[in-house]
Protein backbone atom coordinates (compact mmCIF):
# COMPACT_ATOMS: atom_id res chain seq x y z
CA UNK A 1 0.00 0.00 0.00
CA UNK A 2 1.18 3.24 -0.79
CA UNK A 3 2.69 5.52 2.16
CA UNK A 4 0.30 8.36 1.71
CA UNK A 5 -2.85 6.16 1.55
CA UNK A 6 -1.30 4.68 4.60
CA UNK A 7 -1.10 8.00 6.40
CA UNK A 8 -4.45 8.96 5.00
CA UNK A 9 -6.22 5.79 6.26
CA UNK A 10 -4.24 5.81 9.77
CA UNK A 11 -5.42 9.23 10.05
CA UNK A 12 -9.05 8.74 9.46
CA UNK A 13 -9.35 5.25 11.78
CA UNK A 14 -7.46 7.53 14.75
CA UNK A 15 -9.83 10.31 14.27
CA UNK A 16 -12.86 7.74 13.74
CA UNK A 17 -11.75 5.87 16.86
CA UNK A 18 -11.18 8.69 19.17
CA UNK A 19 -14.07 10.63 18.12
CA UNK A 20 -16.85 8.12 18.68
CA UNK A 21 -14.94 6.55 21.55
CA UNK A 22 -15.10 10.28 23.65
CA UNK A 23 -18.85 11.51 22.31
CA UNK A 24 -19.90 7.82 23.80
CA UNK A 25 -17.92 8.36 26.64
CA UNK A 26 -19.81 11.59 27.47
CA UNK A 27 -23.10 10.33 26.55
CA UNK A 28 -22.98 7.10 28.92
CA UNK A 29 -21.55 10.11 31.80
CA UNK A 30 -24.85 11.86 31.25
CA UNK A 31 -27.07 8.93 31.16
CA UNK A 32 -25.60 8.00 34.04
CA UNK A 33 -26.23 11.60 35.95
CA UNK A 34 -30.06 11.26 34.61
CA UNK A 35 -30.44 8.20 35.93
CA UNK A 36 -29.38 9.18 39.36
CA UNK A 37 -30.36 12.83 39.67
CA UNK A 38 -33.23 12.04 36.73
CA UNK A 39 -33.03 15.92 35.46
CA UNK A 40 -30.30 17.51 33.48
CA UNK A 41 -30.03 21.46 32.94
CA UNK A 42 -30.54 22.92 29.55
CA UNK A 43 -26.55 23.31 28.61
CA UNK A 44 -26.06 19.28 30.28
CA UNK A 45 -29.14 18.29 27.51
CA UNK A 46 -27.77 20.56 24.93
CA UNK A 47 -24.10 18.82 25.48
CA UNK A 48 -25.49 15.05 25.69
CA UNK A 49 -27.36 15.64 22.21
CA UNK A 50 -24.17 17.96 20.43
CA UNK A 51 -22.28 14.65 21.65
CA UNK A 52 -25.05 12.16 19.75
CA UNK A 53 -25.16 14.41 16.36
CA UNK A 54 -20.86 14.03 16.41
CA UNK A 55 -20.75 10.75 16.99
CA UNK A 56 -23.54 10.51 14.19
CA UNK A 57 -21.24 12.85 11.99
CA UNK A 58 -18.22 10.57 12.15
CA UNK A 59 -20.14 7.19 11.90
CA UNK A 60 -21.68 8.36 8.86
CA UNK A 61 -18.71 10.26 7.40
CA UNK A 62 -15.34 9.70 8.50
CA UNK A 63 -15.55 5.83 9.50
CA UNK A 64 -16.92 5.26 5.97
CA UNK A 65 -13.99 7.35 4.70
CA UNK A 66 -12.04 5.00 6.71
CA UNK A 67 -12.95 1.50 5.17
CA UNK A 68 -12.96 2.88 1.30
CA UNK A 69 -8.93 4.21 2.06
CA UNK A 70 -7.88 0.39 3.35
CA UNK A 71 -9.49 -0.95 0.16
CA UNK A 72 -13.55 -1.69 0.89
CA UNK A 73 -15.34 -0.47 -2.38
CA UNK A 74 -18.89 -0.46 -3.35
CA UNK A 75 -19.85 -0.45 0.11
CA UNK A 76 -23.07 1.38 -0.29
CA UNK A 77 -25.46 1.31 -3.30
CA UNK A 78 -27.82 4.25 -4.28
CA UNK A 79 -30.11 4.36 -1.61
CA UNK A 80 -27.15 3.89 1.53
CA UNK A 81 -25.77 6.70 0.05
CA UNK A 82 -28.61 8.88 0.15
CA UNK A 83 -29.66 7.58 3.75
CA UNK A 84 -26.25 7.93 4.77
CA UNK A 85 -25.02 11.65 2.88
CA UNK A 86 -28.27 12.58 4.22
CA UNK A 87 -28.30 11.79 7.93
CA UNK A 88 -24.74 12.93 7.63
CA UNK A 89 -25.60 16.23 6.38
CA UNK A 90 -28.04 17.16 9.21
CA UNK A 91 -25.89 15.84 11.97
CA UNK A 92 -23.16 18.35 10.60
CA UNK A 93 -25.50 21.41 10.52
CA UNK A 94 -26.68 20.42 13.90
CA UNK A 95 -23.53 20.51 15.43
CA UNK A 96 -23.13 23.80 14.72
CA UNK A 97 -26.71 24.70 15.55
CA UNK A 98 -26.10 23.02 19.06
CA UNK A 99 -22.85 24.81 19.24
CA UNK A 100 -24.83 28.45 18.92
CA UNK A 101 -27.69 27.03 21.14
CA UNK A 102 -24.83 26.10 23.75
CA UNK A 103 -23.44 29.58 23.48
CA UNK A 104 -26.48 31.42 23.63
CA UNK A 105 -28.10 29.59 26.69
CA UNK A 106 -25.07 30.13 28.70
CA UNK A 107 -25.21 33.59 27.98
CA UNK A 108 -28.72 34.46 28.82
CA UNK A 109 -27.80 31.96 32.28
CA UNK A 110 -24.77 34.19 33.85
CA UNK A 111 -26.42 37.03 32.84
CA UNK A 112 -27.38 39.15 35.35
CA UNK A 113 -31.49 39.98 35.79
CA UNK A 114 -31.97 43.01 35.05
CA UNK A 115 -35.71 43.12 34.05
CA UNK A 116 -39.05 40.89 34.57
CA UNK A 117 -38.95 39.85 31.14
CA UNK A 118 -35.05 38.75 31.25
CA UNK A 119 -35.91 36.93 34.64
CA UNK A 120 -39.22 35.17 33.08
CA UNK A 121 -37.08 33.91 29.88
CA UNK A 122 -34.44 32.68 32.28
CA UNK A 123 -36.68 30.65 34.10
CA UNK A 124 -38.19 29.08 30.39
CA UNK A 125 -34.68 27.98 29.65
CA UNK A 126 -35.35 24.50 30.70
CA UNK A 127 -38.96 24.28 28.91
CA UNK A 128 -37.05 26.00 25.59
CA UNK A 129 -34.74 23.31 24.88
CA UNK A 130 -36.81 20.50 23.77
CA UNK A 131 -39.24 22.89 21.33
CA UNK A 132 -35.62 24.63 20.03
CA UNK A 133 -34.22 21.08 19.55
CA UNK A 134 -37.44 19.94 17.28
CA UNK A 135 -37.28 23.21 15.43
CA UNK A 136 -33.23 22.93 14.65
CA UNK A 137 -33.87 19.28 13.47
CA UNK A 138 -37.25 20.42 11.30
CA UNK A 139 -34.80 23.44 9.61
CA UNK A 140 -32.10 21.06 8.95
CA UNK A 141 -33.58 18.40 7.41
CA UNK A 142 -35.53 21.17 5.05
CA UNK A 143 -32.44 22.34 4.41
CA UNK A 144 -30.73 19.41 3.51
CA UNK A 145 -33.31 17.69 1.69
CA UNK A 146 -31.96 18.37 -1.78
CA UNK A 147 -28.66 16.60 -0.97
CA UNK A 148 -30.13 13.19 -1.52
CA UNK A 149 -31.56 14.18 -4.94
CA UNK A 150 -27.97 14.18 -6.33
CA UNK A 151 -26.01 11.18 -4.30
CA UNK A 152 -25.50 8.19 -5.65
CA UNK A 153 -22.89 5.48 -5.36
CA UNK A 154 -19.59 5.37 -7.38
CA UNK A 155 -19.52 4.39 -10.92
CA UNK A 156 -16.79 2.99 -13.00
CA UNK A 157 -15.16 5.19 -14.89
CA UNK A 158 -13.64 8.68 -14.46
CA UNK A 159 -15.85 11.43 -12.34
CA UNK A 160 -18.03 13.71 -14.60
CA UNK A 161 -17.86 17.10 -13.70
CA UNK A 162 -19.80 19.30 -10.56
CA UNK A 163 -19.15 16.09 -8.64
CA UNK A 164 -17.76 15.19 -5.53
CA UNK A 165 -16.02 12.58 -4.91
CA UNK A 166 -16.33 11.59 -1.77
CA UNK A 167 -15.11 7.66 -2.00
CA UNK A 168 -17.76 5.74 -0.72
CA UNK A 169 -20.53 8.18 -2.26
CA UNK A 170 -20.58 10.70 -5.29
CA UNK A 171 -22.79 14.00 -5.10
CA UNK A 172 -23.02 14.99 -8.76
CA UNK A 173 -24.96 17.82 -9.32
CA UNK A 174 -26.44 18.60 -13.24
CA UNK A 175 -24.61 21.99 -13.66
CA UNK A 176 -22.67 24.78 -11.96
CA UNK A 177 -25.43 26.70 -10.97
CA UNK A 178 -27.23 24.31 -8.85
CA UNK A 179 -23.64 23.04 -7.40
CA UNK A 180 -23.08 26.72 -6.25
CA UNK A 181 -26.64 27.13 -5.08
CA UNK A 182 -26.49 24.35 -3.09
CA UNK A 183 -23.15 25.20 -1.49
CA UNK A 184 -24.16 28.88 -0.82
CA UNK A 185 -27.52 27.70 0.87
CA UNK A 186 -25.05 25.61 3.27
CA UNK A 187 -22.85 28.28 4.16
CA UNK A 188 -25.58 31.21 4.54
CA UNK A 189 -26.88 28.98 7.19
CA UNK A 190 -23.30 27.89 8.56
CA UNK A 191 -22.37 31.65 8.92
CA UNK A 192 -25.86 33.09 9.99
CA UNK A 193 -24.95 30.49 12.87
CA UNK A 194 -21.50 31.38 13.69
CA UNK A 195 -21.89 35.00 13.91
CA UNK A 196 -24.44 34.38 16.60
CA UNK A 197 -22.53 32.00 18.47
CA UNK A 198 -19.26 34.58 18.08
CA UNK A 199 -21.41 37.12 19.33
CA UNK A 200 -23.04 35.78 22.30
CA UNK A 201 -19.57 34.20 23.19
CA UNK A 202 -17.76 37.99 22.97
CA UNK A 203 -20.75 38.82 25.23
CA UNK A 204 -19.95 35.74 28.14
CA UNK A 205 -16.16 36.93 27.70
CA UNK A 206 -17.48 40.66 28.52
CA UNK A 207 -19.54 38.90 31.55
CA UNK A 208 -16.94 36.87 32.19
CA UNK A 209 -14.26 40.55 32.19
CA UNK A 210 -16.80 41.85 34.80
CA UNK A 211 -17.11 39.15 37.39
CA UNK A 212 -13.56 39.00 37.38
CA UNK A 213 -12.87 42.24 38.32
CA UNK A 214 -15.84 42.20 40.73
CA UNK A 215 -14.30 39.00 42.38
CA UNK A 216 -10.90 41.16 42.57
CA UNK A 217 -12.43 43.64 44.19
CA UNK A 218 -14.70 42.28 47.12
CA UNK A 219 -13.06 38.64 47.22
CA UNK A 220 -15.46 36.93 47.26
CA UNK A 221 -18.62 35.10 45.02
CA UNK A 222 -21.35 32.77 45.25
CA UNK A 223 -20.12 28.98 45.13
CA UNK A 224 -23.26 28.64 42.33
CA UNK A 225 -22.18 32.02 40.58
CA UNK A 226 -18.40 30.21 40.42
CA UNK A 227 -20.03 26.87 38.70
CA UNK A 228 -21.93 29.36 36.09
CA UNK A 229 -18.62 30.83 35.11
CA UNK A 230 -16.62 27.73 34.92
CA UNK A 231 -19.12 26.63 32.70
CA UNK A 232 -18.92 29.70 30.33
CA UNK A 233 -15.64 29.34 30.35
CA UNK A 234 -15.47 25.85 28.52
CA UNK A 235 -18.58 27.19 26.12
CA UNK A 236 -16.31 29.66 24.83
CA UNK A 237 -13.63 27.38 24.23
CA UNK A 238 -15.86 25.00 22.43
CA UNK A 239 -16.80 28.05 20.68
CA UNK A 240 -12.96 28.71 19.92
CA UNK A 241 -12.55 25.40 18.95
CA UNK A 242 -15.24 24.98 16.49
CA UNK A 243 -14.76 27.86 14.49
CA UNK A 244 -11.29 27.34 13.80
CA UNK A 245 -11.93 24.25 12.29
CA UNK A 246 -15.08 25.70 10.69
CA UNK A 247 -12.35 28.04 9.56
CA UNK A 248 -10.49 25.95 7.23
CA UNK A 249 -13.49 23.79 6.69
CA UNK A 250 -15.08 26.64 4.57
CA UNK A 251 -11.70 27.93 2.93
CA UNK A 252 -11.74 24.25 1.42
CA UNK A 253 -15.11 24.22 0.33
CA UNK A 254 -14.64 27.65 -1.45
CA UNK A 255 -12.11 26.28 -3.32
CA UNK A 256 -14.34 23.91 -4.44
CA UNK A 257 -17.06 25.73 -5.40
CA UNK A 258 -14.47 27.61 -8.03
CA UNK A 259 -13.93 24.34 -9.81
CA UNK A 260 -15.77 21.68 -11.67
CA UNK A 261 -13.75 18.86 -10.96
CA UNK A 262 -12.38 18.52 -7.13
CA UNK A 263 -9.73 16.25 -6.76
CA UNK A 264 -10.38 13.60 -4.35
CA UNK A 265 -7.38 14.95 -2.01
CA UNK A 266 -9.21 18.47 -1.72
CA UNK A 267 -12.38 16.15 -0.41
CA UNK A 268 -10.67 13.82 2.08
CA UNK A 269 -9.05 17.20 3.06
CA UNK A 270 -12.01 18.84 3.81
CA UNK A 271 -13.24 15.44 5.26
CA UNK A 272 -10.84 15.44 7.89
CA UNK A 273 -10.90 18.88 8.89
CA UNK A 274 -15.12 19.35 9.04
CA UNK A 275 -14.58 16.21 11.77
CA UNK A 276 -12.12 17.38 13.51
CA UNK A 277 -14.32 19.21 16.13
CA UNK A 278 -16.66 16.30 16.23
CA UNK A 279 -13.53 14.46 17.29
CA UNK A 280 -11.92 16.70 19.88
CA UNK A 281 -15.24 18.66 21.96
CA UNK A 282 -15.81 15.74 23.79
CA UNK A 283 -12.53 15.65 25.12
CA UNK A 284 -12.87 19.31 25.87
CA UNK A 285 -16.23 18.26 27.28
CA UNK A 286 -14.28 15.53 29.42
CA UNK A 287 -11.37 17.64 30.63
CA UNK A 288 -13.70 21.14 31.42
CA UNK A 289 -16.99 19.68 32.07
CA UNK A 290 -16.62 18.64 35.75
CA UNK A 291 -20.18 16.67 35.85
CA UNK A 292 -18.56 14.37 33.42
CA UNK A 293 -15.15 13.93 34.92
CA UNK A 294 -16.45 12.91 38.03
CA UNK A 295 -19.02 10.22 36.34
CA UNK A 296 -16.05 8.64 34.52
CA UNK A 297 -13.23 8.99 37.78
CA UNK A 298 -16.33 7.34 39.39
CA UNK A 299 -16.42 4.32 36.82
CA UNK A 300 -13.32 3.96 36.79
CA UNK A 301 -12.67 3.75 40.41
CA UNK A 302 -15.93 1.04 40.67
CA UNK A 303 -14.00 -0.82 38.11
CA UNK A 304 -10.38 -1.01 40.56
CA UNK A 305 -12.48 -1.92 43.17
CA UNK A 306 -14.33 -5.05 41.31
CA UNK A 307 -11.25 -5.57 39.74
CA UNK A 308 -9.28 -5.92 43.48
CA UNK A 309 -12.29 -7.99 44.71
CA UNK A 310 -11.64 -10.41 41.90
CA UNK A 311 -7.75 -11.19 42.81
CA UNK A 312 -8.82 -11.45 46.71
CA UNK A 313 -10.51 -14.50 45.21
Known amino acids: MDLCITIKGVSFLLQSGLGVLGNLS ?22 AHLAFS ?13 VVIFGLHNLLDDSGCKVVMYTHRIHRALSICLTCMLSVFQAL ?25 VGLWLLNMIVC ?50 AVMLA ?9 HKHSRQVRSIRRTQ ?3 SMEMRAAKSVIMLVVLYTVFFGIDNMIWIYMLTVAQVPA ?49
Open 223 to 225: QGT
Open 265 to 313: TVVDMRAFFSACYATFSPLLMISTNKKIKERMVCAAGEQLSEDSEKQKF
Open 145 to 194: IALPLYTIAPRNGTVPPFTLNLGFCHVKFPNNQVYVAIGTAFSTRDFAFV
Open 54 to 66: NMLQLLTRSVPQT
Open 26 to 47: VLMAYAHITYIESYLQPVDRIL
Open 109 to 133: TITPSAGPHLTKLKSRLSQLVVPIF
Open 200 to 208: SSGYILVLL
